[in-house]
């Protein structure tokens, strides 16, 4: 039986970025996101129309929106908080394809992260999609904590079911099922998100996306239980940039490259040409001025061979 196609979505420059102290040049946004987009990635998640007082570090929004050449066939995604967020990117020239709104199944961390009750998010979601439709651009919810919550801890499988309908009563395009801050574990994850696709059977492949941290080393071993699930989209970040303001000592999104490098060696098409997306990944450490967590980028890819060193050989 042939393996299901995967689609694979990077959203190192929002995600990743939106937590580095200093400020990103435009220009080497833009840059990185025109190479990511010869990659064969399904989307990119490019920036955030959040309060420039809150996340200076995407203040750029518009700037880089209309900086970067499209690719015929890419998403290119931003991030909104609320419904501000979608009246600025509905108003801005070079509009996002997709908007990526977001709550936490938490109601702690919905009040850390976008400072609102559950009621108060949910009542917005139907008018951020019409605003969105209107303005030419589709509309998907995530789900933080999903998984588990920092200072909750376990979200009850029940609770996220209802988000869920909520989310589909109010006409998203798409649900974003997120592990925050690393807390899920396989069975879990495939428990869980078989739940939800039975219940409420996705209208097309990349209607869910699974959005894994490796807080605790469990991220891609959770992208392995998803696709079990019947998942077939997953967020990650180009050299594993990325965490959470709110997650004390957590460590970033699941690597992009790492990723796709596992599901290639294990036989499924993500339409992603690794040594490209490897690149880029080389680019951020110089970028954030520090080492990353990507072991891909480092180590190669697997199937990369390398010349049998000369003391070897006389052993061989
Ligand atoms: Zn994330």
């Not at 015929?72 to 996002?96: D, E, S």
């Not at 998984?147 to 009563?169: H, K, M, N, Q, T």
């Not at 071993?221 to 989209?233: E, L, T, W």
Request: with cysteine; hydrophobic share 45%; proline share 6%.
């Amino acid at each position: 039986m042939p393996k299901p196609r995967l689609y694979i979505n990077d959203v190192a420059v929002r995600d990743g970025f939106q937590i580095e102290k200093a400020f990103i040049p435009t220009a080497t946004k833009v840059s990185l996101i025109d190479e990511l987009s010869a990659t064969g990635l399904a989307k990119i998640e490019v920036t955030s129309f959040v309060s420039p007082k809150a996340v200076p570090a995407l203040a750029d929004a518009n700037e880089v929106l209309a900086g970067i050449e499209r690719v015929p066939g890419v998403v290119y995604v931003a991030l909104v908080p609320n419904i501000r967020g979608v009246q600025n990117a509905a108003a801005t020239g070079a509009k996002p394809d997709e908007l990526n709104g977001v709550m936490s199944a938490s109601l702690t961390h919905n009040r850390a992260n976008i400072n609102r009750t559950h009621e108060e998010s949910l009542a917005e979601v139907p008018a951020m999609v019409r605003i969105a439709h209107e303005a030419g651009m589709t509309m998907s919810m995530s789900l933080s904590t999903t998984f588990g919550c920092p200072f909750e801890g376990p979200v009850s499988e029940d609770a996220i079911l209802r988000f869920v309908e909520a989310f589909l009563a109010a006409g998203v395009d798409g649900i974003s099922l997120a592990d925050t801050t690393g807390m899920a574990n396989p069975r879990q994850v495939e428990a869980l998100t078989r739940k939800v696709l039975e219940r409420f059977p996705p209208r097309d492949e990349t209607f869910y996306t699974l959005h894994f941290h490796n807080t605790r080393g469990m991220g891609l071993a959770n992208v392995v239980a998803g696709i079990a699930a019947g998942v077939r989209s997953f967020d990650g970040s180009i050299a594993g940039l990325g965490g959470c303001p709110f997650a004390p000592g957590a460590t970033g999104n699941i690597c992009t490259e790492d990723m796709v490098n596992m599901l290639q060696d294990m036989g499924y098409e993500t339409g992603v040409d690794l040594d490209r997306l490897i690149a880029c990944a080389r680019r951020v450490p110089a970028i954030v001025g520090r080492d990353t967590p990507g072991q891909v980028m480092k180590a190669g890819p697997s199937l990369e061979t390398h010349a049998v060193p000369e003391s070897l050989k006389e052993r061989i």
